[in-house]
């Protein structure tokens, strides 16, 4: 504890010296322990999420992958790590990816962005996509974040809804 009563945490080494005494030395650490355990809590909210939460480098190689990504598009973590995302577009939507992404290199956070994924089986999904830009500490631009959350079944029932109306419609119209 410091004088103020605060705690401190603290890295001691110690060293026997040639006459039996022993030499102590501490090196305050407080504010690494307090970092590593807002990354450790970061990382268990990222690890524990159902939404996929995936991030880039610049050329779209993928550079994290949580457990939401893998249940969400069917890749583990180690297929994906080192790969392009482009593996997950469906081939009709790639030149809205690229506008997108040019949007996000240029600083631009998109929210809800509402597009279509394909899983490894090839099942596509309809996905809602929250991306920014990452940067580091000189405020560079260096990759990107994303997380997506399957909304494929929200879509169907809303369709659905769509036509039952429709159909409804037509038929109050008819008489």
């Not at 605060?6 to 407080?30: F, H, K, N, Q, W």
């Not at 610049?58 to 598009?73: F, H, I």
């Amino acid at each position: 504890r410091r004088k103020d009563g605060s705690p401190v945490e603290i890295e001691l080494v110690t060293r026997m010296l040639p006459d039996g005494r022993y030499l102590a030395v501490g090196r305050d650490i407080t504010d690494q322990a307090k970092s590593l355990s807002q990354q450790i809590l970061l990382s268990s909210i990222v690890n524990t999420s159902d939404d996929a939460i995936i991030s880039t480098d610049l050329s779209g190689l993928v550079t994290s992958w949580n457990t939401g990504a893998e249940l969400m598009y069917g890749y583990s973590e180690a297929e994906m790590l080192g790969r392009d995302t482009l593996i997950l577009l469906p081939a009709d939507i790639f030149n809205d990816e690229v506008e997108m992404l040019k949007r996000i290199l240029n600083g631009e956070s998109l929210q809800h962005y509402e597009t279509s994924r394909k899983r490894k089986d090839g099942e596509v999904l309809r996905v809602s996509i929250t991306a920014s830009p990452l940067v580091n500490k000189k405020g560079e631009i260096i990759g990107i974040s994303k997380i997506a959350r399957d909304i494929t079944r929200k879509k169907l029932d809303e369709d659905r809804i769509k036509m039952s109306n429709e159909r409804y419609e037509s038929v109050a119209k008819a008489t």
